[in-house]
């Protein structure tokens, strides 16, 4: 069946890389996304990689992802505070529906 | 343009009492979601509509719950009665129609409290 899967928590120091990782289980899925949650707040889209893409850039954001594997990344280039949030990756499924892994809590300190 | 819009923001009722959630879409998206947030369980789906019409509600929790979607610009999401174990964030969801790239779009969720 369709499972998504992440760890739960990370914490780095400001101005250090972040590296938040998931694995998924559809093969077919064409897009896989990251939403970002601050506190409070409702899943933002932060970005998103065709399954045909090995890696895609925007700015401070770098996703790998690997196909073969089954493995998605997002690095967060000079992490800051306000970065601090937690991390949703999904991938597609029937009908639109995404299918959301746990969630990764980043904490950043100084 | 005006995102997904849920209504009320806070609601805090006794058990036993009817609540409503309430969710506007974005203009022109065919797909519309309700999920539910909490510590223990994460984000969970509960049920999931395309052209108005429930596709999948086999994550709604119980019969107390129940949802509508009377028309493409509003959906509702009921509870009667309300438990205190239905305390959660819930947020609803749209997204445009189609194979490719079709993100979901959240509002900003409805924090519910069951006293």
């Known amino acids: 069946g369709e499972d998504v899967e992440q760890s739960l928590f990370l914490s780095v120091r400001e101005g250090d890389s972040s590296v938040i990782n998931c694995t998924y289980t559809?093969?077919?899925?064409?897009?896989l996304y990251w939403y970002k949650q601050e506190p409070g707040a409702g899943l933002q889209l932060l970005t998103y990689?065709?399954?045909?893409?090995d890696m895609k850039q925007d700015q401070r954001l770098t996703v790998l992802l690997n196909k073969k594997d089954k493995h998605l990344s997002l690095r967060i280039a000079d992490t800051q505070t306000g970065d601090s949030a937690i991390y949703f990756c999904?991938?597609?499924?029937?009908?639109?529906?995404?299918?959301f892994g746990a969630g990764t809590r980043l904490a950043v300190h100084p | 343009d005006a995102g997904v819009i849920q209504s009320p923001r806070h609601e805090v009722t006794e058990m036993g009492q009817e609540v409503t959630l309430r969710c506007k879409p974005i203009?022109?998206?065919?797909?519309l979601f309700w999920y539910r947030q909490t510590m223990m369980r994460g984000l969970e789906l509960l049920i999931y509509?395309?052209?108005?019409?429930?596709?999948?509600d086999s994550g709604m929790p119980e019969d107390r719950f129940s949802a509508k979607m009377p028309n493409a610009s509003f959906s509702t999401l009921k509870i009667q009665p309300s438990e205190p174990r239905d305390s959660a964030v819930y947020f609803c969801?749209?997204?445009?129609?189609?194979?490719?790239?079709?993100?979901?779009?959240f509002g900003d969720g409805t924090r519910l409290s069951i006293l």
């Open positions: 969801a749209s997204s445009p129609q189609g194979q490719g790239y079709q993100p979901q779009h």
């Open positions: 559809d093969s077919s899925s064409t897009y």
């Open positions: 990689i065709f399954s045909n893409m």
């Open positions: 999904a991938e597609k499924g029937g009908y639109n529906k995404l299918i």
């Open positions: 203009s022109g998206h065919n797909s």
């Open positions: 509509f395309n052209n108005n019409v429930p596709i999948d």
